[in-house]
Structures are given as C-alpha cells and as structure tokens.
C-alpha cells in the first residue's frame, strides 16, 4: 500500500470503530482533503470563476441584446436575472461532478487512498459521505461568492434567494451522490467521456438560457426529467420569488437521487475494495 496514502490519513482515524451511518471516519476524510488543498488553495477557488465567466460574458453581453425573457411566475424578467441562477445551478452540478469522478478515481485506482482508509476501523460508508461531505463544503464556498456576485449586480429580486445557497448545497448532494456512485463502475479514465456527454447536453438544454416553453412538448418531457433542470428551477424559483408548492418536488427529487447514490457508493466501494 502506498506509504503517501497512508502518510496523509489522519492518525485519529485509528480510533475505535463507531455504530451507526458516516461517524468520525468522515470528517477525518474531509479534514485530510482540506490538509491536502491548504496547499494548492488556488486550485480550490478556479472553479468559482468559470459561472461567473458565463455570467459576464452571455448573461451580461448577450442580456442586452435579448432584454427580457419570460419567468418561472409568467412575468417578463430580464435575461441577465434569468440565466444567474442557473450558472449557480450549474456551478454546483460541476463542482460536484468533479469532486465525485475526477478525483475519486484518482484516489482509488491510483492514490490508493480509500485501500489505506480501509486498513483502519472506517467504513465504506464513511469514505463514500466524506467526499460527499468534502464536495459539498467546495460547492457550498462557491455557492456564496456567487451569490454574493449576484447580489452586486442586483440579479435577486426575493428573499427567498436566502434559500438559495442551501439549494445549491442540494444539488451538490444530488449529483456528488450520483457521480460517486458511476464512478465506481468506470474501469480507466476513458470513461470519463460519458460524464462529459451526460453533464454538457444537461448545462446546455435545462433551460439555462432560455424557458422551457421554447421546446416542443416531447423535448419538455424529456428536460422536465433532468436533475439539473430541476435543481434550476429551484433556484431560479427562489431568486426571482417565484416559490410554491411545485418546488417541493424538486427538492425530494434531488433528496432521493443523492441519497440513492450515497448508499450505492458506499456499497460499491465495500464490494470493490475488502473482496
């Protein structure tokens, strides 16, 4: 086993095993990432930059020639505060997916990290809910200085936009769960191919730049079943005031589809490591 792994694992790790889902195991995970990008912080904070690229660049360029676009309550809104919220939708489905494929592959084909983790008293199930854990305290960093940026440029028109950084923390959950999960099936990094043929049609068709009613009815379908559509409309829904029950469903689908990935991963990962 290599020694850097086990160099770079927490020695509280060794401490007694505990009962019960996740436990100590996943915060010395997460305390051994924020060790590790102490020390390469600018690589930490480039994923911040790229959203709000986007939004200067299409929302801001692009907004003045579009002007206004029809809104989640039916009421024209202007195209610079239609496409925010969806380039922090976006911020955190990317944030996540990177965290959860990228570098969890990294670490368990080659770091060889989570063979050290297992040689102590953690679980699986903890390896798999502290880099969920991890991704989400990245996503959640990049979801206030976004909305932050927002707020500069006066692209929120509720308060329930207070609501949209824990939204952005729920995609995170959702698609970390879900990338950790299909990364355990991917055998080299040439799989990674279908994380990008999956991610990009997803940023460019759920209604990011423009409403759902521009779609024939069949295309609708299909959009309307995407999780980051729905993680969009949660947040566009909150940014621009437009909140009602119908959010609800966004929120227990996005629930469900990381809580389904945690417990795949967290059983793959036992499957694939203590054979």
């Known amino acids: 086993m290599p020694e850097l792994a086990l160099?770079?694992?927490?020695?509280?790790?060794?401490?007694?095993?505990?009962?019960?889902f996740g436990g100590r195991g996943s915060a010395h995970l997460i305390e051994r990432h924020a060790r590790v990008y102490r020390h390469t912080w600018t690589v930490l904070i480039s994923g911040f930059f790229e959203p709000l690229f986007y939004l200067l660049s299409i929302g801001v360029g692009l907004g003045k020639l579009v002007g206004t676009v029809i809104g989640p309550s039916g009421?024209?809104?202007?195209?610079?505060?239609?496409?925010?919220?969806?380039?922090?939708?976006?911020?955190?489905?990317?944030?996540?997916?990177?965290?959860?494929?990228?570098?969890?592959?990294?670490?368990?084909?080659?770091?060889?990290?989570?063979?050290?983790?297992?040689?102590?008293?953690m679980r699986a199930d903890e390896i798999a809910l502290g880099e969920i854990g991890w991704a989400l305290?990245?996503?959640?960093?990049?979801a206030v200085a976004f909305m932050v940026v927002?707020?500069?440029?006066?692209?929120?028109?509720?308060?329930?936009?207070?609501?949209?950084?824990?939204?952005?923390?729920?995609?995170?959950?959702?698609?970390?769960?879900?990338?950790?999960a299909a990364t355990?099936?991917?055998?080299?990094?040439q799989h990674f191919e279908f994380v990008m043929l999956a991610t990009l049609p997803m940023f460019l068709f759920s209604t990011t730049f423009y409403p759902l009613s521009v779609y024939p009815r069949p295309v609708q379908i299909i959009v309307e079943c995407t999780p980051l559509y729905q993680g969009v409309t949660l947040i566009r829904g909150l940014t621009l005031g437009a909140v009602?029950?119908?959010?609800?469903?966004?929120?227990?689908?996005?629930?469900?589809?990381?809580?389904a990935g945690l417990?795949?991963?967290?059983?793959?990962?036992?499957?694939l490591l203590l054979k």
């Open 137 to 142: 305290i990245r996503g959640g960093i990049y």
């Open 244 to 259: 009602g029950p119908a959010l609800l469903w966004n929120i227990a689908y996005l629930g469900v589809m990381g809580a």
């Open 75 to 121: 009421h024209p809104v202007g195209f610079t505060s239609f496409v925010a919220p969806a380039l922090l939708a976006t911020s955190a489905m990317n944030g996540a997916v990177m965290d959860s494929t990228f570098n969890v592959f990294f670490r368990m084909k080659y770091a060889k990290l989570y063979d050290a983790a297992l040689a102590t008293p």
């Open 184 to 189: 355990t099936y991917m055998k080299s990094w």
């Open 263 to 271: 417990a795949l991963a967290g059983r793959r990962i036992s499957r």
């Open 150 to 180: 927002m707020l500069a440029m006066g692209l929120v028109h509720s308060v329930w936009a207070a609501a949209a950084v824990p939204a952005a923390l729920l995609i995170g959950f959702a698609f970390a769960g879900a990338g950790m």
């Open 7 to 20: 160099r770079i694992l927490p020695v509280a790790m060794l401490r007694t095993r505990r009962s019960g």
